[in-house]
């Protein structure tokens, strides 16, 4: 019952933000339309459509939320205004009570906010769809006068999530049923992802830990700074971090005012992704705009500061492999290797000719080739590619539906930075790079080094694991040479069972041929 009131509000909000107009505007039912309007008296379709579409996400929930996010990054995609209202959701959803995100924090603190900080901003600076977050400076423990920022969990989140997420296992189990694609979709794979980092989301420990651990990764780097966690002031319905300054990365006018280089913004970009997905398998998966800023204090300007750890991705190191190889051979035109990769992981049926796959690779990624950013849409590709595993029945992998999401994060940052970008070019030497430490001498001794202590370990045992196995392999050779032997003594008697009735039976038809002869002779 919950799930169909939840659909029936979704169905409402729909109407009544006009959004059918918007997908039926050339639609000439007029009683349709007439009873639409009818169920949602009092809607006002003068107000603009970016506009309307915008409030009804915000109405709708968190998910909503996220897919308009997604989209505000898609400028090749959407209407100018369209997606100006829609970059909105990126930071700008209206925030709650700040008397609630007091009571929140002093509960979940078990401090009084007086105790905690010397001056809490109560105006928020942000607000998301999961969060909202207040500047502050620490008044307690050894950071005392460190200036933060507060995220505190938005109230009443999980329900409507969980909603949300039943609805989507529904239509998912419905998707299996119904399409001749739904096996090779694993649509519910892909919800129970969805489902995984959307509750991660809500933990507010989970997204600090995933801070902590991103900011290790690039401790030794000049590419991305990450805030600082402060621990001792963190629950999993608040998360205190260091305050960062900067510049909104959207804001591209305000960059060059302030001599930010936007074509070395854009190549970093590239490296920060590549970085984080093929040397760490560990990425930061909701890279739109509202989390991005860019430093422009003078001991680390013009770098990348990354905000928002409740989504990130993870990645095996078959993936990373698997991912890389395909990656250079795009970038190389080579088809043939990727048809034959597809293949060899098993993502298409064995029986697959690898020439027909080659071909149709080679139709959807050719022509996009030695053409800037602003000429050529990854969605586009992504779009075709979609089409053509269909065709040769690809299995859809629901643990890169994050990594995919990401990737068309980063081309629409690069196609607002630097539309002249040449992504294969600047992506290509870095990969090549990571393959050759990977497979070559370097790659072999890091791993040397990561499994010495193990090795370490196992050696002194070898000996005695040695003679154990080879008296296990006596034993095993013996009772399989007795068991060989009696199953060959029982077909030698089989046999001659055989060869007995069969020299009776000869001997019999020759006794009677020669009676035969005998009597035709003597009559």
């Known amino acids: 019952m919950?799930?169909?009131?939840?659909?029936?509000?979704?169905?409402?909000?729909?109407?009544?933000?006009?959004?059918?107009?918007?997908?039926?505007?050339?639609?000439?039912?007029?009683?349709?339309?007439?009873?639409?309007?009818?169920?949602?008296?009092?809607?006002?379709?003068?107000?603009?459509?970016?506009?309307?579409?915008?409030?009804?996400?915000?109405?709708?929930?968190?998910?909503?939320?996220?897919?308009?996010?997604?989209?505000?990054?898609?400028?090749d995609l959407l209407p100018a205004d369209i997606a100006d209202e829609l970059a909105l959701l990126q930071d700008q959803v209206p925030p709650f009570d700040s008397v609630v995100a007091v009571s929140i924090i002093e509960r979940s603190l078990g401090r009084r906010l007086d105790q905690l900080f010397e001056d809490f901003d109560h105006q928020p600076i942000a607000s998301a769809s999961i969060a909202q977050v207040h500047f502050a400076t620490l008044k307690a423990g050894p950071h005392r006068g460190r200036e933060v920022a507060v995220k505190v969990l938005r109230p009443g989140m999980l329900p409507v999530i969980d909603s949300d997420l039943a609805l989507m296992r529904d239509v998912a189990r419905?998707?299996?049923?119904?399409?001749?694609?739904?096996?090779?979709?694993?649509?519910?794979?892909?919800?129970?992802?969805?489902?995984?980092?959307?509750?991660?989301?809500?933990?507010?420990?989970?997204?600090?830990?995933?801070?902590?651990?991103?900011?290790?990764?690039?401790?030794?780097?000049?590419?991305?700074?990450?805030?600082e966690v402060f621990w001792d002031f963190c629950s999993s319905e608040v998360f205190v971090m260091e305050r960062m300054d900067g510049i909104p990365i959207s804001r591209t006018e305000s960059l060059k005012a302030a001599g930010v280089d936007l074509h070395?913004?854009?190549?970093?970009?590239?490296?920060?992704?590549?970085?984080?997905?093929?040397?760490?398998?560990?990425?930061?998966?909701d890279m739109h705009p509202g989390n991005i800023l860019v430093s422009v204090q003078p001991e680390t300007f013009g770098r990348y500061i990354a905000l928002d750890f409740g989504i990130v991705g993870a990645l095996s190191e078959f993936d990373k492999n698997y991912l890389a190889q395909n990656f250079i051979a795009f970038f190389r035109r080579d088809y043939h290797r990727v048809a034959?990769?597809?293949?060899?992981?098993?993502?298409?049926?064995?029986?697959?000719?690898?020439?027909?796959?080659?071909?149709?690779?080679?139709?959807?990624?050719e022509p996009y080739f030695d053409k800037p950013l602003k000429e050529i849409s990854l969605g586009m590709v992504l779009m075709r590619l979609f089409q053509t595993s269909r065709r040769f029945n690809v299995e859809i992998q629901p643990q890169l539906v994050l990594l995919q999401k990401t990737l068309l994060n980063?081309?629409?940052?690069?196609?607002?930075?630097?539309?002249?970008?040449?992504?294969?070019?600047?992506?290509?030497?870095?990969?090549?790079?990571?393959?050759?430490?990977?497979?070559?001498?370097?790659g072999a001794w890091e791993r040397i080094q990561v499994e010495a202590p193990q090795w370490a370990k196992m050696i002194p045992d070898f000996p005695r694991l040695a003679h154990q196995f080879l008296e296990r392999r006596a034993l095993v050779s013996n009772a399989e040479q007795d068991r060989l032997l009696a199953a060959l003594v029982v077909e030698q008697r089989r046999t001659n069972r055989l060869l007995s009735v069969t020299v009776i039976v000869g001997a019999a038809l020759l006794a009677t041929v020669v009676l035969t002869q005998l009597g035709d002779w003597i009559g």
């Open 2 to 75: 919950t799930r169909f009131l939840r659909l029936c509000k979704i169905v409402f909000v729909i109407f009544y933000y006009g959004l059918d107009e918007l997908v039926l505007s050339g639609f000439r039912n007029r009683r349709i339309r007439l009873l639409t309007r009818v169920i949602t008296v009092g809607r006002r379709l003068d107000v603009p459509r970016g506009v309307r579409l915008r409030l009804a996400l915000t109405r709708l929930g968190p998910i909503f939320v996220k897919f308009g996010q997604v989209l505000s990054t898609r400028r």
């Open 264 to 285: 070395r913004l854009a190549v970093e970009g590239v490296e920060i992704f590549f970085t984080q997905v093929f040397r760490d398998g560990f990425f930061h998966a």
């Open 410 to 442: 980063i081309e629409g940052l690069g196609r607002q930075l630097d539309p002249d970008l040449d992504l294969w070019r600047t992506a290509k030497p870095y990969l090549e790079r990571w393959m050759h430490e990977q497979v070559g001498w370097r």
């Open 340 to 365: 034959l990769l597809h293949v060899e992981s098993g993502w298409v049926p064995p029986q697959t000719r690898v020439e027909e796959l080659e071909s149709a690779v080679r139709a959807c990624c």
């Open 174 to 227: 419905w998707i299996e049923r119904v399409s001749a694609d739904g096996k090779r979709l694993k649509p519910r794979e892909v919800v129970a992802e969805f489902d995984k980092y959307l509750h991660d989301e809500l933990d507010l420990m989970i997204e600090a830990a995933n801070a902590s651990q991103l900011r290790r990764n690039f401790a030794d780097t000049e590419l991305l700074l990450v805030p």
